[in-house]
């Protein structure tokens, strides 16, 4: 690059020339980096807005041809005015490119939103009334006393034993057990009722004229009414073969 002393000797077209040169070598150097340097987070959009007021002057009049007397300063000029006009050129093609970019980013947003979809409420149906089944009002007939299943038993010619125990006495709940043995044995011939000394009333007119004092007792009433008492421990044999002798 020649110095400021050989450019005084120089005349003043080739001054003026020169001067634009390293002009347009500035303004090319700043357009490329301003446009390939876009700051972070930037779209396309914004990018193109920014670089928009450095592609609306026209070449043409930014670098004027030089039409004078100095020799090679008009091709210069030309020269100058094509660096111009190319610059513009390639801006304007980013430009394009920027905005078909960012119409179809737009395209494919829109394209991936789903579309709302509309869903048929289900109809509530209203339940159909059902036709209730008349109820069969069954007369339910009164609880058996223990006096009338005695005696319904002694009349279907069953041999019916008494057990008066005591829960808490080991001797009455062995009793208990053996009772239960000489049942099952002596199968649909015997029915077995159990109650406490003091219940003996409510089996009516068949234990009325019978005391209990003690327990375990077992009260042995033959289809004839006849009582055959076992008082204290006993075992099944002793209790069947009671049976046996009251029938």
Request: proline share 8%.
């Amino acid at each position: 690059m020649p110095k400021i002393g050989e450019m005084e000797q120089l005349s003043r077209p080739y001054q003026i020339a020169l001067i634009a040169l390293v002009g347009v070598v500035l303004v090319w150097f700043v357009a490329l980096r301003h446009h390939g340097q876009s700051p972070p987070g930037t779209t396309a959009t914004q990018t193109a807005a920014i670089s928009k007021p450095a592609t609306q002057a026209s070449p043409a009049t930014a670098t004027p041809v030089y039409k004078g007397a100095a020799p090679g300063v008009e091709g210069l000029t030309r020269a100058i005015r094509k660096a111009h006009e190319a610059v513009a050129t390639s801006q304007q093609n980013a430009h394009t490119m920027e905005r078909k970019a960012s119409e179809a980013s737009g395209e494919r947003s829109a394209s991936a939103s789903p579309a709302p979809s509309h869903r048929a409420s289900p109809t509530t149906e209203a339940p159909t009334p059902s036709k209730a089944s008349p109820k069969h009002h069954q007369s339910s007939s009164p609880p058996v006393s223990p006096a009338e299943q005695v005696t319904r038993e002694l009349a279907q010619g069953k041999t019916v034993m008494l057990l008066f125990w005591n829960s808490k006495s080991v001797d009455d709940r062995a009793v208990r057990v053996q009772l239960r043995l000489a049942q099952h044995a002596l199968g649909r011939k015997v029915a077995v009722h159990e109650a406490s000394a003091s219940q003996i009333g409510m089996f009516g007119q068949v234990t009325q004229d019978v005391r209990v004092n003690e327990t375990p007792t077992i009260l042995i009433i033959s289809p004839k009414r006849l009582v055959t008492p076992l008082i204290g421990l006993t075992d099944a044999f002793s209790i069947r073969q009671a049976v046996s002798e009251a029938r």
